[in-house]
């Protein structure tokens, strides 16, 4: 069969939220046409699960081997949660299409349904995320927060076995698109829990060559709007080279009406917070923009400020922290 007619076969992760957002796009290329196929890639982050993210330091983590296998030609494209994939992507590789955002908030599950500010004082939490962590004792320095690994279900799980967590804390996106909606006690407001850069979209890449496999996902997945939003929130990042599992937050939103073809305002909240969340480095900037490129050089000016308001002290007290 030739390369033109052969169906595209779509990398992921086997997660069942992984698939869910496979299989929407893969029903996106069908319904254009295209035919598809999935493919399930074991990744580290998979693999190793009994380790926090931030000991692995790896950024590519969730990513590695499924790079690994479209730099090898055994894949056309990939899906990814677009907060899971580095900034500086694998060479050879590209991002495609930045596709639907769900909610981008962090959501709050808890027992008997209680909201953040039912707390009682000393309350667990459960994460495994630095940047979610450093938050929630920055809004209340008396939590106990506590390590958790594993996929939405593994993680729900352990929180209804468990008799000391009071909750964890998941990203909203994941949550609905499982339709575990009804499991979230409260949307985290964002003077609470700012998002990482990138939640809630997704994201799809293709090798840099693949010209076939870019077009489709240009054509069917590509949302303009969203690429502009996380293009900034990835940029501000990227600059401070924080990496996905650093405690660094964004969240960007066009603030005129879409379709027009002038300049858009662009609005980027950001905030770095010390992981025992005493220090906090936080600021907007707008901008109008019209492209990615010009969204990224909002994204770098807020980082740039930020590092000359403290946050280079803080990231710089992480890097610097003994791990084990």
Known sequence: MSDALRPLRVGTRGSALALWQTRRVCRALQDADIACEIVIIKTTGDLVVDVPLSRIADPSAFTR???????????????????????????????????SREDPRDALVSKRGRTFAEMPVGSILATCSLRRRAQLLRARPDLVIVDSRGNVDTRLAKLDAS??????????????????????????????????????ALAVTARADDHRALEAARQVLHAEDIALCTGAERAFLRFLEGGCEAPV?????????????????????????????TATAEGEQTSSVRSVAEAEALGEALA??????????????LRSRPVG
């Open 249 to 277: 937050a964004a969240f960007a939103e066009l603030q005129d009406a879409p379709g027009t073809n002038s300049a858009r305002a662009l609005r980027l909240r950001g905030r770095v917070v010390a992981l025992d969340g």
């Open 163 to 200: 008799e000391t967590l009071f909750g964890t804390v998941l990203a909203t996106a994941g949550l609905s698109r499982l339709g575990l909606g009804a499991r979230i006690a409260e949307r985290l407001p964002f003077d609470v829990m700012l998002p990482a850069p990138g939640q809630g």
């Open 65 to 99: 081997q499924i790079d690994d296998a479209m730099v090898a030609g055994e894949i056309d494209l990939a899906v990814h949660s677009l907060k899971d994939l580095p900034t500086a992507l694998r060479e050879g590789t590209v991002l495609a299409a930045v596709g």
């Open 304 to 317: 740039q400020r930020l590092l000359g308001e403290g946050a280079d002290r803080i990231l710089e007290a």
